[in-house]
């Protein structure tokens, strides 16, 4: 098959080799619609595999991110405390 120089005639060759096992248009095309929509099929499982993935992985993400805001937010509020104790502190000490 590979030595027949075009391409449209390999197919028509082997068609023709496959009508004589039974195969007809009908039953080519019916086949290859299954394939077709078994590709589709897995296609979009595999979109969703992902998608999900990057959903977990970026709610994962978000969640450190405002975790980390929060314990910012925690510890800027503990210097602050502590800026206002060592203000007193100080002037209590210089009176």
């Known amino acids: 098959m590979?030595?027949?120089p075009d391409e449209e005639v390999r197919f028509i060759t082997a068609f023709s080799g496959l009508t004589v096992q039974g195969l007809?248009?009908?039953k080519l095309l019916s086949t290859a619609t299954q394939f077709?929509?078994?590709l589709k099929t897995d296609s979009a499982?595999?979109?969703n595999t992902v998608d999900a993935a990057m959903r977990e992985k970026v709610h994962e993400?978000?969640?450190v991110m405002h975790e980390k805001a929060d314990r910012i937010?925690?510890?800027t509020q503990e210097?602050?405390?502590l800026q206002q104790e060592l203000t007193i502190a100080t002037g209590a000490a210089g009176k």
């Open 45 to 47: 499982n595999f979109h």
């Open 36 to 38: 077709i929509e078994l």
């Open 24 to 26: 007809n248009k009908e």
């Open 2 to 4: 590979r030595n027949l």
């Open 79 to 81: 210097i602050n405390h």
């Open 61 to 63: 993400k978000k969640k």
């Open 73 to 75: 937010e925690q510890l």
